[in-house]
């Protein structure tokens, strides 16, 4: 009897010995022939790794690289969390394996129900729907070109208020709330119709943004769901009102496209010339059926998807005009060279606006405008991806239930691809080595991933060829009608601060004074 009692506790004891040295010891050996990373601890896994902040969590992710290798696994709740640094393996799994990297981690359904959007959408019929809706009806060139007017609108209200503002001499321009009303503004026509009124648009753009600060705010629920929506109970109801807020305010615009599209069928042909008719997102919506539910959406559907549209091109082309602005007003040898470029093409006319067809002569833009994508790309990391099945890719084990990320904020500043990588330099995509073809730089990542501010492969951003013509239309009339200069004495400080997106932590001042 006594010699059990010993053996049984010497047993326990070399037990726990293994798990505490497992613990302390072997924090290399992967489980599962999942990539390796730090050892999770019991129940939390590496979570206490999330109360860092955004910059020391990429620079804790760097220096985890360093130690495991381009992929690693960290352990939040019961979810491994993958992550590739690797160029060529992000090109290995977005491109060369697409469809099998295409699936998103399941959304949480916070109120018992999952959103409908693309962006979190399962790689399947709902997604391919809803995704070839945005691309053919809204993003299509010829459908964008029908939204010139709103572009040529909103850059008009915004030039004349930096000329006000100019006026008070030496006082200081903030110009990032501006840059990201314009945008906001640009995509609320394009979504609702042009005919709304800036208030209105000043009330959709406050509840939205809430919306989304607090959706930040509950989005740990996907964590341990049953645990976190009553730690979470308080952040839940604000985000609740604010949903039925948002709802208060735009549900009545849907119902007026719904209605002007009764009209329309009802007058056929001579609706469309008797109203100028241009249709928005909005309308494409109404007309879509989801295949599956052999359906169509819902109002609180479209809501959903119009949300998307709009925060989806708000902040990360307003965060990037801002960068790149602040890099012409650092760098003024970059701001003349764009200047006289933009001369060049505009002639001794003097007209006020650069045109969106004169954009295309200009080379020089394009390459400031993919300096400032490539130097500061608004997303460090993709919208976490997934896969549908449990695949080996490079050796490990990638399971169904992962998220797996791709860390692009690396990538864009490998010193093997970029030479001095840190700096602003737009010259570099004037030369033969980054320009593939004629077509020039492939920002799409098809060939090669040498950079990827807008993902790759099938979840490749769709809103990417409009953000370059916002950004270079906003750009070129900026540098054409105002000269930017740094506050006197003053250096342009580039330090990050995570926010939705990637932000100036000190944001953009500038003097500015009119060039006529
Ligand atoms: C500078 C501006 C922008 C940047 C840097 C950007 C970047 C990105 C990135 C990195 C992704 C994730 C890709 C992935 O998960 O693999 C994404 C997805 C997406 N973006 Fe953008 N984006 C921008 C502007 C826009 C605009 C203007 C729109 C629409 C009007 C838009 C709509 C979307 C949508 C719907 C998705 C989800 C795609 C999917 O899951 O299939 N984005 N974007």
């Not at 990201?180 to 995509?187: D, E, G, I, T």
């Not at 007026?256 to 599209?261: F, G, H, Q, T």
């Not at 309308?283 to 989806?312: H, K, Y």
Request: charged share 25%; glycine share 4%.
């Amino acid at each position: 009897m006594v010699a059990w009692f010993f053996v049984s506790i010497s047993i326990s004891i070399s037990l726990l010995l293994k798990l505490i040295f497992n613990y302390l010891f072997q924090t290399r050996k992967p489980s599962r022939n999942l990539p390796p990373g730090p050892y999770p601890l019991p129940i939390i896994g590496n979570l206490y790794l999330l109360r860092k902040s955004f910059n020391d969590l990429q620079c804790m992710l760097q220096s985890l690289h360093a130690d495991f290798g381009p992929i690693i696994t960290l352990h939040f709740g019961s979810r491994p969390a993958i992550f590739i640094a690797d160029r060529f393996l992000a090109h290995q799994a977005l491109v060369q394996n697409g469809a099998i990297f295409a699936d998103r981690p399941p959304a949480p359904a916070l109120n018992g129900r999952e959103r409908v959007g693309i962006t979190t959408a399962l790689y399947g019929s709902t997604w391919r729907v809803l995704r070839r809706n945005l691309t053919a009806e809204m993003l299509h060139s010829s459908r964008v070109k029908s939204y010139s007017h709103v572009r040529k609108f909103v850059l008009e209200r915004l030039l004349k208020l930096l000329k006000v503002q100019s006026k008070s001499g030496d006082h200081p321009v903030q110009v990032v709330e501006h840059f990201r009303f314009s945008m906001y503004s640009l995509l609320v026509f394009m979504c609702y119709g042009d005919k709304i009124e800036e208030n209105k648009i000043k009330e959709i753009a406050e509840v939205e943004r809430n919306l989304v600060l607090s959706f930040s705010r509950v989005s740990m629920i996907s964590i341990w769901p049953r645990v976190t929506k009553i730690v979470f109970r308080k952040q839940l109801k604000k985000f609740f009102q604010l949903q039925e807020k948002s709802k208060d305010l735009v549900v009545p615009l849907i119902l007026e496209r719904k209605k002007v599209k009764e009209e329309k069928l009802s007058e056929g042909e001579n609706y469309q010339v008797n109203n100028k008719y241009v249709s928005c997102y909005v309308d494409t919506l109404l007309n879509l059926q989801l295949p599956e539910e052999n359906r169509n959406l819902s109002v609180e559907e479209i809501l959903g998807l119009c949300s998307e549209f709009l925060n989806a091109g708000t902040d990360n082309t307003s965060t990037l005009l801002q960068w790149i602005m602040a890099n012409l007003v650092k760098y003024p040898y970059i701001q003349e060279k764009l200047f006289v470029e933009i001369k060049g093409v505009m002639g001794d006319d003097h007209e006020e606006m650069v045109k969106e067809d004169d954009l295309q002569k200009m080379p020089y833009l394009k390459a400031v405008i993919l300096e400032g994508l490539r130097r500061h790309p608004p997303l460090h990391f993709l919208i976490p991806h997934a896969v549908k099945e449990d695949v080996v890719f490079n050796g490990y084990l990638m399971p169904r239930n992962a998220t797996v990320n791709f860390m692009t904020g690396d990538m864009r500043i490998d010193p093997k691809v970029w030479e001095d990588p840190m700096s602003f330099k737009p010259e570099r995509f004037l030369s033969t080595d980054h320009n593939e073809d004629e077509e020039g730089f492939d920002i799409t990542g098809s060939k090669e991933i040498k950079m990827m501010p807008f993902g790759a492969g099938r979840r490749i951003c769709p809103g990417y060829a409009l953000a370059i013509l916002h950004l270079e239309y906003f750009v070129a009339n900026f540098v054409w009608n105002f000269e930017w200069k740094a506050v006197d004495g003053d250096d342009v400080n580039l330090e990050e601060k995570q926010e939705f997106s990637v932000w100036m932590k000190h944001p953009l001042q500038a003097l500015i004074s009119p060039r006529f």
